[in-house]
């Protein structure tokens, strides 16, 4: 029978035990305490949440505005990305602050979304939305609703509780119902701004039009700041994940049902957290046409490029070169930011983790 060798009383042993426990120790704090600074060092100083928004790109100059016009516009500016900022702040979900954001854009007049929409050649305000979150693709748009008061809302629910992707007009007014979503009336978009705008248009309209004889010609020769005017946001949230959403009254004295790039995904916006977030706003034609917010996302994506390069390829060269205007705000997964525009001006702002918001209308650097 083998002798019972009792380990605790082994000199030998318990010196060999001390030994190794205490270089284990030793290894593993100088292995594992840098890896841990480093990682910890990072994540405090690098924005993990973002938030950016846009109120409309096109002839957008200061010589037409007045003190208390810039202070309103920066003002509401303000309001909407420290709406968004709060709920990322709080930990909540990219769409969330999205849509937070948006919502105070389509509540004022300034803006041609909501409350301030533009009218169509009939009089009549039809509004478009469209929101994507980056981390599932699922997507929501409306397109032509008339009596829905937060057409994002509308959008947010098509993404959350339909089958289907867009939903246009009286169809989507019914789903709008049934979701309890607020009605309104459309006399609820008039302002006086906007009608004379109307106005304005139809009389241009009308006098091209007999000298060209052709509606489309005619409608070509209109100043840009009539063909544009848009609100957006794009964020980033604490969990990483990406979305965007674009909400719209389309182009005064618009005809014939038509539908820009705002509700279209891919055109007017688009997220992926693969890749980026973006809100576009601009001449919806040549968005459309150039699938603008997802062609810089595939150029994050496939071409390995920062998402400034790819943003300004897209804005300042192919679309310069087709002939469209306007902009975009866009979002990366790493909660870099870009805003590049074409036109006179951009109503935008910013703010990410741990800084001030950031807010401009010209050329000047946002500030």
Do not use: W
């Not at 973002?50 to 309103?72: C, D, K, M, P, R």
């Amino acid at each position: 029978m083998e002798p019972h060798l009792d380990m605790n009383r082994t000199p030998k042993f318990n010196r060999l035990t001390k030994l190794v426990t205490t270089s284990f120790v030793l290894i593993s704090s100088c292995v594992t305490s840098p890896l841990s600074f480093a990682q910890n060092s990072a994540s405090d100083q690098t924005p993990r949440y973002a938030i950016a928004i846009h109120g409309g790109a096109g002839v957008i100059e200061q010589e037409n505005f007045t003190e208390q016009q810039l202070i309103a516009y920066k003002g509401t500016l303000k309001s909407a990305i420290d709406s968004g900022y709060a709920i990322l702040e709080a930990g909540g979900a990219s769409s969330e602050a999205v849509i937070a954001a948006i919502q105070v854009l389509e509540a004022s007049p300034l803006f041609n979304a909501g409350r301030g929409a533009v009218y169509n050649f009939d009089g009549v305000h039809e509004l478009d939305a469209s929101i994507m979150d980056g981390r599932t693709l699922q997507a929501g748009a409306v397109s032509g609703v008339r009596n829905v008061k937060s057409p994002i809302a509308l959008a947010n629910a098509v993404k959350n509780n339909s089958v289907h992707v867009m939903l246009s007009g009286e169809g989507a007014e019914q789903f709008a119902a049934e979701q309890g979503l607020e009605q309104v009336d459309n006399s609820y978009f008039n302002t006086e701004r906007r009608y004379q705008q109307l106005q304005q248009v139809k009389q241009k309209l009308a006098a091209d039009g007999h000298r060209q004889q052709d509606y489309m010609a005619a409608h070509h020769s209109l100043s840009p700041e009539h063909k544009t005017g848009t609100v957006g946001a794009v964020a980033i949230d604490q969990q990483g994940n990406l979305a965007a959403g674009t909400s719209t009254g389309g182009m005064t004295a618009k005809r014939f049902g038509r539908i820009g790039d705002t509700p279209i995904i891919g055109a007017g916006t688009y997220a992926n957290n693969a890749s980026c977030a973006v809100s576009a706003t601009g001449h919806g034609e040549y968005f459309i046409r150039y699938h603008v917010a997802a062609d810089i996302c595939a150029r994050v994506q496939y071409q390995g490029i920062s998402l400034a390069e790819a943003a300004h390829t897209v804005i300042n060269d192919v679309l310069v070169e087709a002939g469209g205007s306007g902009g975009i705000i866009a979002i990366d997964k790493q909660a870099n930011i870009v805003m590049p525009f074409n036109s006179k001006g951009m109503y935008r702002a910013s703010r990410r983790q741990g800084e001030q918001t950031q807010v401009a209308i010209f050329k000047e650097p946002i500030r």
